[in-house]
């Protein structure tokens, strides 16, 4: 019912989108029809009355646009009324209104003045805007062109190192089921650090958009550009505006790429022979007799491959994977409009295929739509309306790429023949064959995948923005006034078929002649039904409006910017009780005297419902100042620094984002039923004491003080941005176990006690410019942090190493291993580990607390997780069609755990190469990996610094060469032809060289990672 329901919605958001069509035209139509047609010359020139060769002009509100010749000539040949739009790179966009102007002979173009023109804007939250000038806080723009460069339908995987102080880090997970975390300036409190993503005004998933529904990318970071957005933003925002159209400048392009991609590094495991070897060695190690005779090894050694019967030997990643998957997109692009009408419309359509080889390839499709209609309806309203629909259809066997990968990395090149051979056991009376199991695994994965049926999933999302603008300066000049509402709807829901073919467990059994006998143990049944099944069902919806008056005017030396609004957001989950709700007022005011002097102050009322009714708002300011040093009089006359700030912004925010409901009440939970009488039939509800009431619950804080200097230099060849910052997250809602004895029981209040300060630097440098026909951009951003607990929930520890007080939140502790027993360590006279058994080739610990026990308390911190340092590079060369881009990103500073299954093998586990390199005092006396065992390994299995590895990494992210046609005759239907070749994640450095050092689970228990050659070609019409 509920995706019926969904349906229903979609078709309305469809037949806004046809309606939103129909405003397309109208823009495009002008409302009107023109006047008669006009031609005239004129000629571009700089300000020294050179000629400008690089520009265009536009006419006919886009559809026209004219070339320069070599002496800056333009012939033009538009409707009469007709406004020119002239625009070109490194130029200040110029516009003549020819039903207003007259005809020039000659337009001087000025240079485009970064961080000099007023109308160099930076985005803040609610639609509100500040002049990059007259900007004092910290607020970083990432270059939307550089996110198509990498070939992956997330939009969060994109942006690696093309952020100031943005952290992006890579998940393990499916087929375009792993989306990046990402972090502003590190981590500033223990948990739920992740940076908040706003999309046109309200909180979106980022990986809902593609990059040509971008306009522009802020990355907000200080309290003063913050503020505004209230309870939420404390963590950093990443705000994305989506595109709009832009009068006399119309765009019509299409876009094509397709690649293949393949695993940058997987998993690599032994064979059956070596196994076998391996497995008997582990077991004399334990005591034990071998499993596999000579006569058993040998087998393996001269196995006929997957399907041999006795001696199976199966390279499961050679089997069951392919060696290159597919990636395609395509794209389609409108914008332009008038002055009574702007439109802008992406098209996207996206799809992957998985890299299992066998059964139903996994494929995702994607569709992505989004439309923005901005209309004047008269000189003093004008309305916008924004929609965009997702549709993301998935489909794979019944396995999750999870449960494949984990296959993979866990069944025994000797666990079973993949399919029995039909003179042992014939096919069924559908044509499946008997397919081989173990009695350790039931299930065969080449059935599962082939026979197992299927999932189908999909994803639908439909965004609403409506809007409307008041122009008020008729009534107070400068003087605006905005409104507008949004509503979105998310469902995600799939559907199973769960099939199985049969599977048979062998065992070979010698009779009294000594003869071999084959006995067949069916384990798993064939089932064949065609039923299907509805898997899950989950939809929410957001829901916000906003409405708030702004003030921008000058007055001689002096400028005034004000806002003055309130914000209203809920979030509805199906299921939930409990909504998300979320609401501020905020004011800001921004002050600049004479060009030089700023001064700028925020005022945030935050509510919450996560509070009791005494503590629901809170006021919260922000403040900062600027200093423009470059127009200053002992100034003048300097050759290096075209522009150059001095700016400092500090604040106090609320933060309720990581806070439960309820708290400040006294629960009781639902736990199931009691069975009462003499059969126990009698079933009834019981209700049981889940939380204490924590009364007085304060807001979490974060105290947040920036320092920074930005500045242009060398003729406008060298921009740079320098930050510090510093922040204090203090009044951290936690458990207050520590507090209280364990006679109290176990129901403790929570209490406002967590601080962490979190401080850094970041910079970003970019050096820029052209030699005759070569031009080039050298780009380099870097953010080092580092946090430190101050205060939070810890008894405290005799032992002060064992304290996580006074570390980082990312503090990996663990013992301290001082080798290997046998080599080069004496087990004899070693301090005790209470860790299990241990002999020679077990690791030996350092005994940190000298009590002759090595147990729990000889541990201590050893490392972080979380890249101290964050780095992108990136360099673009242009002559004259040709271009190269690159980009190469960094982690630097933090460690990983070598823990998984590929690291860590006991038991009846598969064996990875590892296994190779372990120690045996006859067999590899020069081994480094601890001695292999058939028992858990106790002693040896846990976090110690023999398993800590440096993970710091260099990628090289992205590599674009591309060629562009610009075609000036006027006749030919395409304007501009890109050609281009991609190529991704091509090179890693690092000292991990057998697995991903950023994702160590990828190709273990998950998806790898993919590196991607793509081709494509990029029309504008």
């Given at each position: 019912?509920?995706?019926?329901?969904?349906?229903?919605?979609?078709?309305?958001?469809?037949?806004?989108?046809?309606?939103?069509?129909?405003?397309?035209?109208?823009?495009?139509?002008?409302?009107?029809?023109?006047?008669?047609?006009t031609?005239?010359?004129?000629?571009?020139?700089?300000?020294?009355?050179?000629?400008?060769?690089?520009?265009?002009?536009?006419?006919?509100e886009?559809?026209?646009?004219?070339?320069?010749?070599?002496?800056?000539r333009?012939?033009?040949?538009?409707?009469?009324?007709?406004?020119?739009?002239i625009?070109?790179?490194?130029?200040?966009?110029?516009?003549?209104?020819?039903?207003?102007d007259?005809?020039?002979?000659?337009?001087?173009l000025?240079?485009?003045?970064?961080?000099?023109?007023?109308?160099?804007?930076?985005?803040?939250p609610?639609g509100?805007?500040?002049?990059?000038?007259?900007?004092?806080?910290?607020?970083?723009k990432v270059?939307?062109?550089?996110?198509?460069?990498?070939?992956?339908?997330?939009?969060?995987?994109?942006?690696q190192?093309?952020?100031?102080g943005?952290?992006?880090?890579?998940?393990?997970?499916?087929?375009?089921?792993?989306p990046?975390?990402?972090?502003?300036?590190?981590?500033?409190?223990?948990?739920?650090?992740?940076?908040?993503?706003i999309?046109?005004g309200?909180?979106?998933?980022?990986n809902?958009?593609?990059?040509?529904?971008?306009?522009?990318?802020?990355?907000?970071?200080?309290?003063?550009?913050?503020?505004?957005y209230?309870?939420?933003a404390?963590?950093g925002?990443l705000?994305?505006?989506?595109r709009?159209?832009?009068?006399?400048?119309?765009?019509?392009?299409?876009?094509a790429?397709y690649g293949?991609?393949?695993?940058?590094?997987l998993?690599?495991?032994?064979?059956?022979?070596?196994?076998?070897?391996?497995?008997?060695?582990?077991?004399?190690?334990d005591?034990?007799?071998?499993?596999?005779?000579?006569?058993?090894?040998?087998?393996y050694?001269?196995s006929?491959?997957?399907?041999d019967?006795?001696?199976?030997d199966?390279?499961?990643?050679?089997y069951?994977?392919?060696?290159?998957?597919n990636?395609?997109?395509?794209?389609?692009?409108?914008?332009?409009?008038?002055?009574?009408?702007?439109y802008a419309?992406?098209?996207?359509?996206?799809?992957?295929?998985?890299?299992?080889?066998?059964?139903?390839?996994?494929?995702?499709?994607?569709?992505?739509?989004r439309?923005?209609?901005d209309?004047k309806?008269?000189?003093?309203i004008?309305?916008?309306?924004g929609?965009?629909?997702?549709?993301?259809?998935?489909?794979?066997?019944?396995?999750n790429?999870?449960?494949?990968?984990?296959?993979?990395?866990?069944?025994?090149?000797?666990?079973?023949?993949?399919?029995?051979?039909?003179?042992i056991?014939?096919?069924?009376?559908?044509?499946?064959?008997?397919l081989?199991t173990?009695f350790?695994?039931?299930?065969n994965?080449?059935?599962d995948?082939?026979?197992?049926?299927?999932?189908?999933?999909?994803?639908?999302s439909g965004?609403?923005?409506f809007g409307?603008?008041?122009?008020?300066?008729?009534?107070?000049?400068?003087?605006?006034?905005?409104?507008?509402?949004?509503?979105?709807?998310?469902?995600?829901?799939?559907?199973?078929?769960?099939?199985?073919a049969?599977?048979?467990?062998?065992?070979?059994?010698?009779t009294?002649?000594?003869?071999?006998?084959?006995?067949?143990?069916?384990?798993?049944?064939?089932?064949?039904?065609?039923?299907?099944?509805?898997?899950?069902?989950e939809?929410?919806?957001?829901?916000g409006?906003?409405?708030?008056?702004?003030?921008?005017?000058?007055?001689g030396?002096?400028e005034?910017d004000?806002?003055?609004?309130?914000?209203?957001?809920?979030?509805e989950?199906k299921?939930?009780?409990?909504?998300l709700?979320?609401?501020?007022?905020?004011f800001?005011t921004?002050?600049?005297?004479?060009n030089?002097?700023?001064?700028?102050?925020?005022?945030?009322?935050m509510?919450?419902?996560?509070?009791?009714?005494?503590?629901r708002?809170?006021?919260?300011?922000?403040a900062g100042?600027?200093?423009?040093v470059?127009?200053?009089d002992?100034m003048?006359?300097?050759?290096?620094?075209?522009y150059?700030?001095?700016?400092?912004?500090a604040?106090?925010?609320?933060y309720?984002?990581?806070?439960?409901?309820?708290?400040?009440?006294?629960?009781?939970?639902?736990?199931g039923?009691?069975?009462?009488g003499e059969?126990?039939?009698n079933?009834?509800?019981?209700?049981?004491?889940?939380?204490?009431?924590?009364p007085?619950?304060?807001w979490e804080k974060?105290?947040?003080?920036?320092?920074?200097?930005?500045g242009?230099g060398?003729?406008?060849?060298?921009?740079?941005?320098?930050?510090?910052?510093n922040?204090?997250?203090?009044?951290i809602?936690?458990?207050?176990?520590a507090?209280?004895?364990?006679?109290?029981g176990?129901?403790?209040?929570?209490?406002n006690?967590?601080?962490?300060?979190?401080?850094?630097?970041?910079?970003?440098?970019?050096?820029?410019?052209?030699?005759?026909?070569?031009?080039?951009?050298?780009?380099?951003?870097?953010l080092?942090?580092?946090?430190?607990?101050?205060e939070?929930?810890?008894?405290?520890?005799?032992?002060?190493?064992?304290?996580?007080?006074?570390?980082?939140?990312?503090?990996?502790?663990?013992?301290?291993?001082?080798?290997l027993?046998?080599?080069?360590v004496?087990?004899d006279?070693?301090?005790?580990?209470?860790f299990?058994?241990?002999?020679?080739g077990?690791i030996?610990?350092?005994d940190?607390?000298?009590?002759?026990?090595?147990?729990?308390?000889?541990?201590?911190?050893?490392g972080?997780?979380?890249?101290r340092?964050?780095?992108?590079?990136?360099?673009?060369?242009?002559?004259?069609?040709?271009?190269?881009?690159?980009?190469?990103?960094?982690?630097?500073?933090?460690?990983?755990?070598?823990?998984n299954?590929?690291?860590?093998?006991?038991?009846?586990?598969?064996?990875?190469?590892?296994?190779?390199?372990?120690?045996?005092?006859?067999?590899?006396?020069?081994?480094?990996y601890p001695?292999?065992?058939?028992?858990?390994?106790?002693?040896?299995y846990?976090?110690?610094?023999?398993?800590m590895?440096?993970?710091?990494f260099?990628?090289?992210?992205?590599?674009?060469l591309?060629?562009?046609?610009?075609?000036?005759?006027?006749?030919?239907?395409?304007?501009?032809?890109k050609?281009y070749?991609r190529?991704?994640n091509?090179?890693?450095?690092?000292e991990?060289?057998?697995?991903?050092?950023?994702?160590?689970?990828?190709?273990?228990?998950n998806?790898?990672v993919?590196?991607f050659?793509?081709?494509?070609?990029?029309v504008?019409?």
């Open positions: 019912m509920k995706q019926d329901n969904f349906k229903k919605q979609l078709v309305i958001y469809l037949a806004i989108i046809f309606l939103f069509n129909a405003g397309l035209l109208f823009a495009q139509e002008g409302g009107g029809t023109q006047d008669a047609g031609e005239f010359e004129l000629r571009l020139e700089n300000s020294d009355g050179a000629p400008v060769t690089n520009a265009m002009v536009y006419g006919n886009g559809s026209l646009v004219f070339f320069p010749d070599n002496d800056g333009v012939k033009v040949a538009v409707e009469q009324g007709s406004v020119l739009l625009e070109g790179s490194g130029w200040a966009s110029t516009e003549i209104d020819l039903s207003k007259k005809i020039p002979s000659v337009v001087v000025e240079k485009a003045a970064v961080y000099l023109d007023k109308n160099e804007t930076l985005g803040l609610m509100m805007e500040v002049s990059r000038r007259n900007n004092t806080g910290a607020i970083s270059d939307v062109e550089k996110l198509k460069h990498y070939p992956d339908p997330l939009l969060s995987n994109t942006m190192g093309l952020g100031l943005l952290t992006v880090v890579m998940n393990a997970g499916g087929m375009n089921n792993n990046a975390a990402l972090y502003l300036r590190g981590l500033p409190r223990m948990s739920g650090n992740e940076v908040l993503t999309v046109d309200i909180e979106r998933p980022i809902d958009l593609i990059p040509e529904e971008i306009e522009s990318i802020e990355l907000l970071k200080d309290a003063t550009s913050k503020i505004a209230g309870s939420r404390a963590n925002i705000m994305i505006t989506t709009r159209g832009e009068a006399n400048r119309r765009v019509i392009k299409a876009s790429d293949i991609g393949q695993a940058t590094r998993p690599d495991f032994i064979n059956s022979y070596d196994y076998s070897r391996l497995y008997n060695e582990a077991r004399l190690n005591g034990l007799t071998p499993l596999y005779s000579e006569e058993d090894i040998e087998g050694k001269n006929s491959g997957p399907n019967f006795r001696y199976p199966v390279d499961y990643h050679d069951f994977l392919k060696s290159y998957t990636y395609s997109k395509f794209t389609t692009e409108f914008s332009g409009g008038n002055k009574g009408a702007r419309a992406v098209g996207g359509f996206l799809q992957s295929k998985g890299l299992e080889a066998e059964g139903r390839t996994p494929t995702n499709t994607r569709f992505n739509f439309g923005n209609l209309v309806i008269n000189e003093m004008s309305g916008n309306m929609v965009a629909v997702v549709v993301d259809n998935r489909e794979r066997a019944s396995l790429h999870s449960e494949v990968f984990s296959a993979l990395s866990s069944h025994r090149p000797n666990e079973y023949p993949v399919i029995i051979d039909e003179g056991m014939p096919k069924d009376s559908l044509g499946t064959p008997a081989g173990s350790d695994k039931s299930n994965l080449y059935g995948l082939k026979y197992g049926g299927y999932n189908k999933a999909q994803y639908i965004q609403t923005n409307l603008d008041f122009d008020l300066g008729s009534v107070v000049e400068g003087l605006e006034a905005n409104a507008y509402v949004t509503f979105d709807n998310y469902f995600f829901g799939s559907e199973v078929q769960n099939k199985s049969a599977t048979y467990a062998r065992r070979f059994i010698q009294p002649e000594g003869e071999d006998s084959i006995a067949l143990f069916e384990l798993n049944r064939a089932n064949y039904n065609d039923d299907i099944e509805l898997a899950s069902n939809n929410y919806r957001n829901a409006y906003f409405g708030g008056f702004s003030y921008n005017n000058s007055f030396v002096h005034l004000m806002d003055l609004g309130y914000f209203f957001f809920q979030r989950v299921g939930i009780d409990q909504d709700k979320t609401a501020n007022t905020y800001r921004n002050y600049a005297f004479d030089r002097y700023v001064a700028e102050l925020g005022l945030s009322y509510g919450s419902d996560k509070f009791d009714e005494g503590n708002y809170e006021l919260f300011p922000a100042l600027g200093w423009v470059s127009e200053e002992f003048a006359g300097n050759n290096i620094f075209d150059l700030k001095l700016k400092a912004s604040g106090i925010l609320g309720d984002a990581s806070t439960p409901h309820y708290l400040y009440e006294k629960r009781w939970e639902d736990t039923n009691v069975s009462f059969q126990n039939n079933n009834q509800g019981k209700v049981s004491f889940g939380q204490e009431a924590s007085g619950l304060d974060s105290r947040e003080i920036n320092v920074g200097l930005e242009v060398f003729n406008y060849k060298l921009m740079f941005e320098l930050n510090y910052f922040e204090l997250r203090y009044d809602i936690q458990y207050a176990s507090e209280y004895p364990e006679l109290y176990k129901w403790y209040p929570y209490k006690i967590g601080e962490v300060k979190n401080q850094g630097i970041e910079l970003q440098v970019n050096w820029q410019d052209q030699i005759e026909a070569f031009s080039y951009s050298i780009g380099a951003n870097v080092w942090s580092k946090n430190e607990i101050i939070q929930n810890e008894v405290d520890h005799p032992d002060q190493y064992l304290r996580t007080t006074g570390e980082s939140t990312d503090a990996m502790y663990g013992y301290v291993s001082e080798g027993f046998g080599k080069g004496d087990i006279g070693h301090p005790h580990q209470a299990g058994d241990y002999q020679d077990d030996a610990y350092k940190l607390n000298n009590d002759g026990i090595i147990d729990n308390r000889d541990q201590k911190m050893l972080n997780s979380f890249p340092t964050s780095l992108g590079l990136d360099i673009s060369l242009k002559y004259k069609g040709w271009g190269l881009y690159a980009l190469g990103t960094a982690s630097l500073g933090m460690s990983s755990w070598l823990n299954s590929y690291y860590w093998m006991n038991g009846e586990g598969k064996y990875s190469s590892m296994a190779m390199d372990r120690y045996h005092s006859a067999n590899n006396p020069g081994g480094n001695r292999l065992t058939t028992t858990s390994g106790s002693n040896n846990r976090n110690s610094d023999f398993w590895e440096n993970t710091s260099f990628r090289l992210k992205n590599l674009e591309s060629y562009t046609f610009n075609n000036r005759n006027m006749s030919a239907l395409a304007r501009k032809v050609i070749a190529g991704s091509l090179l890693v450095v690092s991990v060289d057998d697995l991903d050092p950023e994702a160590l689970n990828a190709g273990v228990n998806y790898p993919l590196s050659i793509t081709g494509g070609i990029s504008s019409f």
